[in-house]
């Protein structure tokens, strides 16, 4: 209709006049062809932002954290979202996150924390698209920034650490996000399937366990011990991820999965074209199974956040409170109550190897142990509060700044590894460690009791095999220690 107007308008004018109108026509043409082929002006922009980094408001002369879009491709309105530890490959990048979760303590802002591999030499520049709800054409296009790497081991791939993060206002004032998708250069291009991000709950008073991964095969008798004990020293819950495990292993690992107390997670790291690693005995010490493990337990820092301590600790470490505590869960609100600056506490072990049984006790394996020996600083474990901690792997702790780290004095905890002693331990000679070394160590012994009466209630004769079950079962069932009913209650002090 504008363009009929013009048209008329010049005829009605004499030839002198044309020029200046005939180059307005042209003019007008060039700008309405630009307006309807550019990308960015066939979706609603809430704020305008180069879409290339995301980061540079014009207007404002401030940094932002993403741009609104909705897309009009139907085909990406609803996708599968990928579970947690399959991970997803990030287009052009050899980088895989395998898990997304929020950093509770970054509120308001909504800070999402990418658990991932990537390749050391590769190109780390990609883009979280936020969602807030399953219709995934709309998102908040994100710039991750790489908040960790573990260089400590060179391997193929890295253990990593990256973030995004988003204001409600950007996310039409929405305080969650749902899923999150990944593209190496747009999110209006060649994304990955979503991933959905677990927000952990807020849990007061409690403490939880990470194992991190647990591979091949574990005695069940073993297992079955230990968490009975972690039973009865009041841990809430335990998050252990796995990989190939034998049978007998996983099936106490289901059992106490049903009971509520362990989160089980499938750990399938690295997978590329449906090929999976599988651990073994002789592949689970690699410079590249120590960046997954300790992926792990960053995860665990995440996962278990909403707990106020977790602890990172293998199923052959037994952390046992000394007199007057009855449980890990009062000894930490004494150690917190005395140390109100403290993000994590240091737990240094003592090391009881195999061939150091008693056999003084005729029924539970981790109690014919009478003599153990120190063997800092190797070892070193940590309890941590997620809240004043910045970094947790396996054996390292970085608190937040203002905060400290301290060490569980020995008249308070002793750390229990149950493990033979390993070469690499370079100050310790492993040939007369007994000689030298051992102390008595019967810290233990008190809760035999309260550990008995809760393995009869267990459906012993279901978990463990049958070839090593008879002799164990039996007696675990006729021991008298068990049945009093004095043991039925956790004590929170013993005198």
Same mark, same amino acid.
């Given at each position: ?302 996962? !278990? %956040?909403?707990?106020?301590? *977790? ?8 952390? /046992?409170?000394? @007199? $007057?505590? +009855? ?29 150091? !049984? %008693?056999?003084?006790?005729? *029924? ?8 153990? /020996?120190?063997? @800092? $600083?190797? +070892? ?116």
């Amino acid at each position: 209709m504008l363009l009929q107007k013009f048209h008329s308008l010049a005829l009605s004018m004499s030839p002198r006049c044309l020029a200046p109108i005939f180059f307005a026509i042209i003019f007008a043409n060039i700008v309405i062809y630009l307006l309807w082929t550019s990308p960015a002006s066939r979706v609603p922009v809430r704020r305008r932002s180069n879409l290339d980094d995301g980061e540079y408001h014009a207007d404002s002369h401030r940094k932002i954290k993403g741009v609104y879009i909705r897309s009009l491709d139907m085909a990406q309105s609803y996708q599968q979202s990928i579970p947690h530890w399959k991970g997803v490959w990030i287009p052009n990048r050899s980088i895989q996150v395998m898990s997304v979760i929020e950093d509770i303590y970054q509120r308001p802002e909504i800070k999402i924390v990418l658990l991932s591999f990537l390749k050391h030499s590769s190109n780390r520049k990609f883009y979280c698209c936020m969602h807030w709800s399953d219709d995934l054409r709309e998102f908040v296009q994100v710039p991750a920034r790489l908040d960790y790497i573990d260089l400590r081991y060179m391997a193929e791939l890295q253990g990593a650490a990256f973030e995004c993060s988003v204001r409600p206002s950007e996310m039409n004032g929405s305080h969650r996000v749902k899923y999150v998708s990944f593209a190496s250069e747009s999110c209006m291009d060649n994304r990955t399937p979503p991933m959905t991000v677990m927000t952990p709950e807020r849990r007061t008073f409690e403490f939880a366990i990470c194992t991190k991964v647990v591979y091949d095969y574990l005695d069940p008798r073993r297992l079955l011990e230990w968490f009975t004990f972690m039973e009865v020293m009041g841990a809430s819950k335990i998050l252990t991820f796995h990989n190939n495990v034998h049978n007998d292993t996983m099936t106490v690992l289901n059992y106490f999965a049903k009971t509520g107390l362990l989160e089980l997670i499938e750990f399938d790291p690295r997978n590329r074209g449906g090929v999976s690693v599988k651990y073994t005995a002789r592949n689970g010490q690699t410079h590249q199974a120590h960046h997954d493990k300790t992926l792990a337990a960053r995860d665990c820092q995440y996962r !278990l %956040s909403g707990y106020d301590y *977790v602890m990172t600790i293998d199923f052959d470490e037994f952390p /046992v409170p000394r @007199r $007057p505590f +009855g449980t890990i869960s009062f000894l930490l609100e004494e150690l917190a109550r005395n140390f109100s600056d403290a993000a994590a506490f240091r737990m240094e072990p003592i090391l009881l190897p195999p061939d150091w !049984l %008693s056999r003084k006790e005729p *029924v539970l394996y981790h109690w014919q142990f009478t003599r153990g /020996v120190h063997i @800092r $600083p190797y +070892g070193n474990k940590w309890v941590y509060a997620p809240p004043f901690t910045w970094m947790a792997s396996t054996h390292n702790v970085v608190p937040k700044d203002g905060y400290k780290t301290y060490v569980v004095p020995q008249e308070h905890l002793h750390f229990l590894h149950f493990r033979s002693c390993k070469l690499e331990w370079h100050s310790v000679n492993c040939s007369s460690l007994y000689q030298r070394l051992a102390q008595d160590e019967d810290s233990l012994l008190r809760f035999a009791d309260r550990v008995l009466s809760k393995l009869q209630r267990h459906p012993l004769e279901k978990l463990i095999p049958l070839s090593t079950s008879f002799d164990y079962t039996s007696k675990v069932r006729k021991d008298p220690r068990g049945r009093g009913k004095l043991f039925e209650k956790t004590l929170l002090f013993d005198t």
